[in-house]
């Protein structure tokens, strides 16, 4: 008999974005492993063992097959194991691995999502990531490629999309405008870049000719970039320093 492993989302980073399920999950928890962008705030829901294995830009981090392995060996002693990630656990979170480590040990799995970050940026800057007549497909991509891995086809993904959500990218400007406009994007196309989005969030905009110039007005906070005609007015004003329209 083993228990459970709940990949559980926590959002984008404000505590009151946690699902209800995310919350009752973590009360019941007996272990929490987490990543490095979950707030305290939300850890603390736990009374449970809390074990960090995430990481920040190249600061060391659990390898990925240890992480699967004490996942398995939590699951055998305890019956509720959470395995916290931010955002939502299904998007850049390596689940897969975990899922398919899991199963092959034969340990149920149950996957809660969050709130990705993409839609806090979204919600954090009013814009709708469609809108009927200029945006009717979304991508998320990554331009980030892990150790061993093939490259991938992100910026035509990118630039086929109407609006375009890069995750991983702030830190690599300069590659990311150079590969979308070899892409074929326009060098006027409205860019944003929310940092913190949710949280004390920061807004940098401007035409995607001047990406880094604007990637590097970030304070080193998680950072979303995003693309594409749906921000052209906001793009016109210029920086927001904080805008939000969510109710405090
Ligand atoms: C490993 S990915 C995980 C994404 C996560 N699973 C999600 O659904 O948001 C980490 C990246 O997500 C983005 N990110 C996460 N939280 C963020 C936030 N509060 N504001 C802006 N970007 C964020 C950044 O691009 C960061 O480098």
Not at 11 to 33: H, K, M, N, S, Y
Not at 98 to 126: D, H, M, Q, W, Y
Request: hydrophobic fraction near 45%; include cysteine; charged fraction near 25%.
């Amino acid at each position: 008999m083993s228990g459970t492993v709940y990949l559980v989302g926590a959002g984008p980073g404000a505590p009151d974005l946690l699902t209800l399920r995310a919350a009752r999950l973590l009360g019941e928890a007996d272990i929490v492993f987490y990543d490095a962008l979950v707030p305290e705030e939300i850890l603390n829901l736990s009374k449970g063992e809390k074990i960090a294995v995430g990481k920040r830009c190249g600061k060391h981090a659990t390898a990925q097959r240890f992480i699967n392995k004490r996942l398995a060996d939590a699951a055998r002693r305890y019956e509720v194991v959470v395995r916290l990630k931010g955002g939502d656990p299904m998007l850049f979170g390596r689940a897969h691995e975990e899922i398919a480590f899991l199963a092959k040990e034969k340990i149920k799995v149950e996957v809660v999502p969050g709130v990705t970050s993409a839609l806090a940026a979204s919600a954090e800057l009013g814009v709708s990531l469609t809108r009927r007549g200029v945006s009717r497909s979304v991508a998320f991509v990554t331009p980030r490629r892990g150790e061993g891995e093939a490259p991938s086809q992100w910026a035509r993904a990118a630039a086929s999309a109407d609006t375009a959500v890069l995750y991983m990218a702030a830190g690599d400007a300069e590659a990311v405008r150079k590969s979308l406009l070899e892409e074929g994007l326009h060098p006027g196309t409205p860019v944003a870049i929310v940092e913190n989005a949710s949280l004390n969030s920061k807004v940098f905009t401007g035409p995607l000719k001047e990406l880094p110039s604007i990637a590097a007005r970030c304070t080193g906070g998680p950072a979303l970039l995003l693309i594409g005609e749906v921000l052209r007015e906001l793009a016109e004003i210029g920086d927001v320093p904080h805008f939000s329209i969510r109710v405090a």
